[in-house]
């Protein structure tokens, strides 16, 4: 190859590289990376749970949640479903997912109770009436647990089936994000959770 030729390969290398370069520093200019579409989006799950018979898996968890749209729901990891509803459920705690149309999932979990058989036409304890009164006052008002949410509060056997439940969120998990009251109302009086502790160390019956 003589000098001529080695120049003109030299130029027309120069040349295409230049051209190249060029036109990916215009192309990649112009190129947005699609963001993520659950960024700054919360999906809060809300369950409401129906206590089952003893012995029975006839309880059910329906959920609703916000945070988008087209929202389907798991329970346990399971394979998600349209319906926010899932029956036949023996009581234990579960956990429910939902997720929107953009993949975007948020979780909670629901405790599915065992009705006291024992507890219908039974005559109301002393620990029992004092554990009532403070949830009548603290958990069971306006939107919450009166009726409009599950479990509804108002019902005494209802109180009795979720006792154990009812001691966990607001004694065992005083001061935290799941205690009951829920935050930003405060933690029930010392003196109140010892009530809560002393109906359910009694046995958690109506009678005690």
Sequence with gaps: MNKNQLFYTVWIFTFFSVIIFNACSKGGAGITTPGNPCTGVTVVVAPSPVAADAGIANGS???????????TFSLNNGAFQSSGTFSNLAAGKYTITAKNVNGCTGSASSTVAAKDAACAGKTPGTLFT??????????AVTG????????????????VDYGTLIKQ?????AGTADQMPQPPRAALLQADRDKITAWI????????
């Design 61 to 71: 968890i329906t959920v609703t949640a916000t945070g988008g749209t087209g929202f």
């Design 130 to 139: 004092a554990v009532k009164t403070i949830v009548s006052t603290n958990c």
């Design 144 to 159: 919450c647990h009166n009726g409009t949410q599950s479990p509804n509060y108002t019902v005494d056997c209802t109180i």
């Design 169 to 173: 969120r607001a004694v065992d998990q």
């Design 201 to 208: 160390t009694a046995g958690g019956h109506i009678t005690d």
